[in-house]
């Protein structure tokens, strides 16, 4: 976190649920400023909520705010959360009631203002109509195209909302540091995913190495290069604003990670990884049966993923067009 702040990253993202009750983002955040206390000012902090007992989210009025207040008390006045989001758009409550409860919240002081994760284009656009909507986190990598064809980077530049484009390196494959299915640790949350099981991770590290090739062409690190490719797509006129958050658990990843505003990429550099993106296709949904049902684009839970899975993480993420301007996600 210090390593993020020397490196101008000063927007940090976390969730309630990453970790346990006791040990969580909130929790994180709350050590570092209570030993930190004259950084809090220089940080933007958002976070996710939302999600009752099985990882269900439930943004009825009262959830919601016990999900805020939870969250508050937790922070315990070391930090303000600036933004606040459901994990999961919850198909039990209205749209317009999500937001009022928010709006109710951020009228109080208890948030600064609403995001929305893992929505679609039609969410978006509603919502944006309805509320001040300040980012919209989604999926977005070089295994994850998606967002740029099914309307949601459209959406979102018509609204001038900037995207938080969540796993950048591909949950860390992209990096080519993961390089069989074994390297995974036992009870690693992605040895569940479809893209990591070995039939298709044999077939993903065909894009991972043709990457490593590019990157090596460039001077960067494969996980440089994820990143920056995204970077680059924020600035293109027919996208809104991109910040890739990868997350990492050394300084000295969160640094390289950073440097990565550093590399450029021109216009035939694009279109190469462009060519590359079309020969190797990526096998395997994002989540598995059970965890595509409940992630959206405008699905409602997250009960297969289980909570246990999630610790608390540090990730740094860089606003697309301002590229000195770096964010934390923790
Ligand atoms: N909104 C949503 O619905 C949603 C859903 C899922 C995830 N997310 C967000 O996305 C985050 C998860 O993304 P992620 O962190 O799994 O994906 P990621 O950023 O694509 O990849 C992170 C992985 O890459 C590794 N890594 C990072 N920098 C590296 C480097 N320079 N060289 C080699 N390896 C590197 C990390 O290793 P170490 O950890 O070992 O350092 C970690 O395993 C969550 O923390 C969450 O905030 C959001």
């Known amino acids: ?36 206390p004259s950084e809090a000012d220089k940080v933007i902090v958002n976070i996710k909520g939302a999600l009752g007992p099985g990882m269900v989210v439930n943004a ?8 805020v207040e939870r969250c ?39 948030i600064g203002g609403i995001a929305l994760s893992e929505v679609n284009a039609e969410t978006i656009r509603k919502a944006a109509r309805l509320a001040k909507i300040l980012a919209v986190e989604v999926e977005i990598s070089l295994f994850e195209t998606g967002p740029l064809g099914n309307g949601i980077t459209d959406a979102c530049r018509e609204f001038n909302i900037p995207i938080l484009a969540y ?20 009870k690693d949350f992605r040895r569940m995913l479809p893209r990591f099981q070995p039939a298709n991770f044999e077939n993903n590290m065909k894009l991972v190495k043709q990457l490593e090739v590019l990157a090596q062409k460039k001077g960067c690190t494969s996980a440089q290069l994820a990143i920056v490719w995204i970077v680059n797509l924020s600035r293109r006129e027919d996208m809104p604003t991109i910040i890739p958050i990868p997350g990492a658990t ?33 096998a395997g949904e994002r989540y598995h049966a059970a965890g595509m049902k409940s992630i959206s684009h405008d699905r409602n839970s997250l009960e297969s993923l289980g909570a246990h899975h999630f610790s608390p993480r540090i990730q740094i993420c860089m606003w697309g067009r301002k590229p000195n301007t770096f964010i934390l996600s923790i």
């Open 250 to 282: 050394t300084a000295e990843r969160v640094m390289e990670n950073a440097k990565a505003g550093e590399v450029k990429l021109n216009e035939e550099e694009m279109a190469e990884i462009g060519e590359v993106l079309k020969t190797c296709e990526v």
């Open 1 to 36: 976190m210090r390593a993020a702040i020397s490196s101008g990253c000063t927007f940090w993202d976390g969730g309630e649920f990453y970790g346990t009750p006791s040990s969580n983002s909130l929790t994180l955040l709350n050590d570092f400023f209570t030993s930190h």
């Open 167 to 186: 796993c950048p390196i591909g949950r860390g494959m992209l990096s080519g540091q993961i390089k069989c299915f074994d390297d995974l640790p036992e």
């Open 60 to 67: 009825s009025p009262e959830a919601l705010r016990q999900s």
């Open 72 to 110: 508050v008390q937790m922070l315990d006045g070391k930090a303000k959360i600036d933004m606040f989001e459901c994990a999961r758009r919850d198909r039990n409550v209205p749209l317009e009631s999500e937001l009022a409860t928010l709006q109710g919240l951020v009228e109080e002081g208890l």
